[in-house]
């Protein structure tokens, strides 16, 4: 496998990148991998989407981002972070995804898994950066991997004069169903709870309480999604059952970090999926395995973001150049 890296990251998106611009003004030999394109979540991210997050805390590497606007769009953040990669002269490799982290002597093997094939790589030292995003929080119902059900949404064109069910509460429900309707799409908005999360924005909340106030968007509170089909969604309210007509169902739950690959390579995970670190270097129970960003947090997403996680990230590799220096 050749001389091992001082440092394998595991993720290119915002977090992962920081950490290898880190380790890189450290001196370390260091290689990021992603299943994905770079800075994958944003990809998936609404067509049009404008960051809520002001520009200088998705900075990274001390790299301005410069926007049209106040804040940043979507396709503004993806050339941005492209161009991060290439100025610092980043070893980033996308489209081939980690399959384990396994312990190895005093360092960990991981093994890689592409189009073009399987391999292995040593590394002194492991960090995973994985996000969130990739694995949204299910139903678990029938029906929920029908083709015309999907956990993320794009945008809105494809379905005028289209009858769309949003499922959820939060930001991306609220914002969709608004662009949605104006885009000419009849909306229904299925709501586990009594209301709208309070975390939805202060501008977006009287807009969308206004359009189903006056019936523009309908809206079902305390629903609990029972079943999918091809061309209805089924659901229980007050314990009775009801269902809508849908020609396409946009389930916006909400996402979870997937501690799996931490978990295999033996590293303490708690009930709600979050890793057991330590708060000031971000490492696992596992000697030389990191964590950071919010693929530490299981369920609990909302705490973490970039503009917090480039600073796990930072921490992380100020422990691993320490620890190589001390040899």
């Not at 590497?61 to 606007?69: K, R, T």
Request: proline fraction near 4%; charged fraction near 25%.
């Amino acid at each position: 496998m050749g001389e091992p890296l001082d440092v394998g990251i595991i993720g290119a998106g915002p977090v992962g990148l920081a950490a290898a611009i880190a380790a890189r003004r450290a001196g370390l030999a260091a290689r990021v991998w992603d299943r994905g394109p770079l800075a994958a979540s944003i990809v998936d991210y609404p067509t049009n989407m404008v960051f809520f997050t002001t520009n200088e805390l998705l900075e990274i590497g001390d790299h301005p981002l410069v926007s049209l606007g106040p804040k940043a769009t979507r396709r503004e953040a993806l050339d941005y972070y492209r161009k991060v990669a290439e100025r610092e002269g980043l070893d980033v490799v996308t489209h081939t995804g980690v399959d384990s982290v396994a312990p190895a002597g005093d360092g960990w093997v991981v093994e890689l898994a592409s189009r073009s094939g399987r391999s292995s790589i040593a590394c002194r030292n492991v960090v995973i950066a994985t996000g969130y995003y990739q694995h949204p929080r299910r139903l678990g119902v029938p029906g929920e991997d029908l083709p015309h059900v999907s956990h993320y949404y794009r945008e809105a064109h494809p379905f005028w004069r289209r009858r769309v069910v949003m499922v959820g509460a939060g930001n991306s429900a609220a914002e969709a169903a608004l662009e949605l309707w104006r885009a000419g799409a009849s909306v229904t908005l299925l709501v586990r709870g009594g209301r709208l999360r309070d975390t939805v924005k202060y501008w977006v909340r009287p807009d969308l309480e206004n359009r189903i106030r006056e019936g523009s968007i309908a809206a079902v509170f305390a629903a609990r999604v029972r079943e999918i089909t091809a061309s209805t969604v089924r659901f229980e309210r007050g314990g009775a059952e009801a269902e809508i007509d849908a020609d396409a169902v946009f389930l916006l739950t909400g996402f979870v970090a997937d501690a799996s690959l931490a978990r295999g390579a033996g590293a303490a995970v708690r009930d709600d999926g979050s890793v057991v670190l330590d708060p000031d270097s971000f490492e696992t129970t596992r000697r030389g395995l990191f964590v950071v960003g919010s693929a530490g947090f299981g369920d609990r997403t909302g705490e973490v973001f970039i503009e917090n996680g480039r600073h796990h990230a930072a921490a992380a590799i100020a422990a691993i150049s320490a620890r190589l220096r001390r040899g």
